[in-house]
């Protein structure tokens, strides 16, 4: 029992900092790590209390050790969808702040103390990079790179900076609507191998049912394989049609 404990609670140590140091990555704010590691301790300790076997334990523990080795990358993208889907609102702001008067470095520092905890700290590392680094290498966002470059040739060119942003604005825009119908595009593949995969699975289980799986097992595998490199075919033809951008 003794054992089992001192166990558990290294494991949950060992487990608090991974996840921390996982959460810290993505941005979150001093709190809302607290808040979500207290959640985590608690779904812990439940656990701990309604485990019938030290097993599943350890089978949780393995679970949770997976997904937070995970969570840095889960987080990094849906971080980067949420920077492409900020992006044209932080150009209205920048916008707004220029010809009210503001440089476009001041109004890049006061656009990124209001942003949300989550694109505060990407937007202070693009400020960072513009203002003091004068490169990119901090940036790990593909989409902030890309934007770095165009805020730096503006700020350099002094000459129309209000006109710039309104152009630059267009062309994200442009490719916004491109990145919405490549997804639409995938999203319907997906669906129709979704739903031929429903229908290749119920007239495999009422063949196999009905005629048996090994007197039809020579059939029931080729038209397997075939069915596996189709669906693998499809999506593949699919993320060749999505737009590059």
């Not at 300790?45 to 485990?51: G, H, S």
């Not at 520092?109 to 590392?125: A, D, T, Y």
């Not at 960072?128 to 470059?149: D, Q, R």
Request: charged fraction near 15%.
């Amino acid at each position: 029992m003794n054992v089992s404990i001192l166990l558990t609670s290294l494991g949950f140590v060992f487990a608090h900092r991974i996840l921390r140091s996982s959460l810290q990555k993505i941005g979150l704010s001093n709190l809302h790590t607290r808040i979500f590691l207290v959640l985590a301790a608690l779904m812990i300790v439940f656990f701990v209390i309604l485990a019938p076997h030290p097993s599943l334990l350890w089978i949780f523990f393995g679970m949770v050790f997976i997904l937070l080795k995970l969570l840095p990358q889960l987080f990094s993208r849906y971080q980067e969808k949420l920077i492409q889907s900020h992006t044209l609102r932080m150009l209205d702001h920048l916008i707004l702040s220029v010809q009210s008067g503001h440089s476009l470095r001041a109004s890049l520092v006061m656009l990124s103390r209001q942003e949300p905890s989550l694109l505060r700290v990407s937007w202070e590392n693009l400020v960072h990079a513009i203002a003091v680094e004068n490169s990119p290498a901090s940036l790990k966002s593909p989409s902030l790179k890309k934007l770095f470059g165009e805020l730096s040739r503006i700020e350099k060119s002094q000459a129309k900076c209000v006109d710039q942003l309104r152009s630059l604005r267009r062309n994200l825009k442009t490719l916004e609507d491109f990145r919405r119908r490549s997804g639409q595009v995938s999203l319907q593949i997906r669906m129709q191998a979704a739903i031929s995969t429903l229908l290749f699975a119920g007239l495999l289980l009422f063949m196999i049912t009905q005629f048996g799986f090994y007197q039809h097992q020579t059939l029931i595998l080729v038209s397997g394989t075939l069915f596996f490199i189709g669906v693998v075919t499809v999506f593949v033809i699919g993320r060749r049609l999505q737009w590059t951008t």
